[in-house]
């Protein structure tokens, strides 16, 4: 099989970051683009498999712009990892502020979406063709005090539904991985931001988190970079259509 050319958007840090390196590894070039500079700085220094752009997934211009220079760059395009995301406020729908709404919305699913349609052309000329799209947990069930989160990654679903369906005659295959509460400083931040909401201590809220999910730990984010390596590897060409959760058996969102 010839070195895969993936593209991967918001790799320089969490999941993204993991995914990255989890493709490198395998021997895959892979393009990165993020809004953080110096993350895409130190992760290119890991490995020459890695290139990077810094890139607003809010801005189309940005995203017009690096797309092309990332299939160039990486002579042509076998897997996009669509990752990007902001989770936004905690606030009830009542009192949401319309522009962090429209913000999530600009990320989660307008960035998804821009990057997407330019790649869609590159990726059909793949022998070994393959999206995925990063939803959640979030993706599957209602989100109390998160709408735009949840709102955005239930459209992500969507979005990943229409897309198995209208490039499968291309053979490209397009699945969604919806992960729980990820092991990391991003999880470690919500449970301190819960604890000081409740007045109740971090070790209560971990607690809480625990009790709705059957395996009692947060998840590996190598975990989940493993799977999409998988999803995109010879191994899942069977695969399209799909949304797998990876949350230790989560029964809810909280």
């Known amino acids: 099989m010839s070195v895969q050319k993936v593209l991967v958007t918001a790799g320089a840090s969490g999941i993204g970051r993991e995914i990255v390196r989890a493709f490198a590894n395998n021997g895959a070039k892979v393009f990165v683009i993020d809004v953080d500079a110096s993350g895409l700085s130190a992760l290119a220094s890991e490995s020459p498999n ?104 239930w459209g992500l679903i969507g979005f990943t539904k229409t897309l198995s369906r209208e490039l499968g005659e291309s053979g490209v295959r397009v699945n969604a991985i919806l992960p729980g509460a990820v092991e990391g400083e991003r999880i470690e931040r919500v449970l301190a931001g819960r604890a000081q909401v409740s007045g109740r201590s971090v070790d209560d809220e971990r607690r809480d988190a625990m009790s709705i999910q059957s395996l009692q730990r947060f998840v590996d984010p190598r975990d989940i970079a493993a799977m999409a390596v998988f999803l995109a590897s010879d191994a899942g060409k069977s695969i399209s259509g799909q949304m797998l959760p990876i949350d230790n058996d989560m029964q809810q969102a909280s």
């Not at 752009?53 to 669509?82: F, K, Q, T, Y």
């Not at 960035?111 to 790649?119: E, K, S």
């Open 50 to 153: 890695i290139d990077t752009a810094v890139c607003d997934m809010a801005s189309r211009a940005d995203i017009e712009r690096v797309v092309p220079e990332a299939v160039r760059v990486l002579g042509g395009l076998d897997v996009l990892v669509n990752n990007a995301g902001i989770s936004g406020p905690t606030s009830s729908v009542e009192n949401y502020d319309p522009a962090a709404w429209d913000a999530v919305m600009q990320i989660n699913l307008n960035g998804t979406f821009n990057v997407t349609r330019l790649a869609i052309p590159h990726i059909k000329q793949s022998l070994a063709g393959s999206i995925i799209v990063m939803s959640s947990v979030a993706g599957r069930f209602g989100y109390p005090n998160r709408s735009a989160y949840s709102v955005s990654k």
